[in-house]
């Protein structure tokens, strides 16, 4: 049985750094690609950033030069190191896998930026 497990929320200042991480377990093929989406209260999910197995990256503009996304393909973990945190950034963090045509997804980490 395929498991997204994210760590690493939490509640930190505005200018402040978290980092968040993701670990996939029971996948059974090779994980196409691994992302981080957001969603925020009232509002629908987004993309935050997502990286391929080949370590192409993609970020949101809100996220660039201040969010990092890595991953360990032998480990299927996924990371995200949020720098310059700004109270806009707060939402529940989503981990997404991607094995062939199917979409895993983790049950979130909150992050809360306070002003």
């Known amino acids: 049985q395929v498991q997204v497990v994210e760590s690493g929320g939490g509640l930190v200042q505005a200018g402040g750094s978290l980092r968040l991480s993701c670990a996939a377990s029971g996948i059974m093929f090779r994980i196409n690609a691994m992302g981080w989406y957001r969603q925020a209260p009232g509002k629908q999910r987004e993309l935050v950033a997502t990286?391929?197995?080949?370590?192409?990256?993609n970020y949101a503009d809100s996220v660039k030069g201040r969010f990092t996304i890595s991953r360990d393909n032998a480990k299927n973990t996924v990371s995200l190191q949020m720098n310059s945190l700004k109270p806009e950034d707060t939402a529940v963090y989503y981990c997404?896998?991607?094995?062939?045509?199917?979409?895993?997804w983790g049950q979130g980490t909150q992050v809360i930026v306070s002003s």
């Open positions: 997404k896998t991607v094995v062939g045509p199917v979409d895993y």
């Open positions: 990286i391929t197995s080949g370590g192409s990256t």
